[in-house]
């Protein structure tokens, strides 16, 4: 997430220089997707606070292992460390604000990967309330993922509206931490705009996309990654509102753009593959015999296509399969039709 990106800082009050260093080759190490890297210098550092007896950085140490195998999607070995950080938690260090809300995005994330909706929001409830109401030492430190995963967790259950109050805290963070034109609104625009679209209001999730859009493009060469990361989700999204109006012609523009710098397998391209089958579908609808046909062709290889890259298992994914289904069911009625 951006904002994590941005804002990521460790509390230097509970974390020692050697600590410090440890888990930062470790973070490192999971921003760039190598987890047995990470895993690696966590276990260095769990080993080391341990034999010291600092039992903070011991739980921190044992808390990222989690996080590792969270990304790992090994959720037994996550749901075991977590156990392991929590046991010394109330055996030694019960006031800790940091392990204790630590605990809470851990056990969060641990349902989150294990799809139970309903124990993510609560932890994220539980973590939430002890950053902001326990003293705890910064504790704007990492609310934006209790924010932004709260948002993402009642977008599952359908409670948009929720959703978008979650959001809003978040995008007002950012602002706070570095003002209304500075860095990283653009993924709270992007969320905003998700939310306000499925809620069937367009105006709204258009300005708020668009907002996105210029934003990321105006990111200083330096944050390119940032780029690269979420170009390809909020021009998707931008599209599918597009779609909606029937702005065919921008839809088109903003997909073919997409698929000049995407390859098959890049992130968010099943869902341009798929945005594109409903433009060949749209056009098709009202266009003449001859392109008629093409667009129905061109609607199905690409809701194939769409198909075959989609295969993780998460509740988007399953959605957006369920979406591809329907869509080929409509694309067959439709040649059915037009060929009788």
């Known amino acids: 997430m951006v904002s994590h990106l941005l804002l990521r800082a460790q509390n230097q009050s509970d974390v020692g220089m050697h600590s410090k260093t440890t888990l930062q080759k470790g973070d490192s190490c999971i921003q760039i997707w190598q ?164 809620k069937g209001l367009l105006d709204l999730a258009s300005h708020q996309f668009k907002l996105a859009y210029q934003q990321l493009n105006q990111l200083p060469a330096e944050l390119q990654f940032l780029h690269n990361i979420y170009y390809s989700s909020i021009s998707n999204n931008l599209a599918d509102v597009y779609l909606e109006e029937h702005k065919l012609d921008s839809a088109f523009y903003l997909l073919n753009e997409l698929l000049g710098v995407q390859t098959a397998y890049s992130k968010n391209a099943s869902l341009t593959y798929h945005n594109l089958a409903r433009a060949h579908f749209i056009a098709g609808q009202s266009a003449t015999a001859n392109s008629r046909a093409e667009h129905l062709r061109q609607a199905r290889v690409y809701a194939f296509k769409a198909l075959a890259i989609n295969t993780d298992s998460t509740n988007f994914k399953r959605i957006r399969a369920s979406s591809n289904y329907r869509l080929l069911g409509r694309i067959a009625l439709e040649t059915h039709q037009f060929e009788q």
């Open 35 to 198: 987890f047995d890297c990470a895993l690696s210098h966590y276990l260095a550092e769990e080993a080391i606070s341990r034999k010291e007896g600092d039992w903070v950085n011991m739980c921190t140490a044992i808390l990222r292992q989690a996080k590792a195998y969270y990304y790992k999607k090994d959720f037994s070995r996550m749901q075991e460390l977590i156990l392991d950080a929590q046991a010394a938690y109330h055996t030694h260090i019960p006031s800790s604000c940091l392990i204790g809300s630590g605990l809470h995005e851990a056990y969060a994330m641990y349902f989150i990967g294990v799809e139970e909706v309903d124990s993510a929001i609560n932890h994220l409830m539980k973590g939430l309330h002890i950053k902001t109401t326990e003293n705890c030492l910064q504790p704007e430190v990492d609310i934006d993922f209790f924010y932004n995963n709260l948002g993402l967790q009642h977008e599952l259950k359908g409670d948009y509206e929720q959703a978008i109050s979650w959001y809003l805290q978040g995008l007002n963070l950012i602002e706070q931490k570095m003002g209304a034109s500075g860095l990283g609104q653009f993924y709270w625009h992007n969320k905003l705009g998700v939310s306000y679209k499925n």
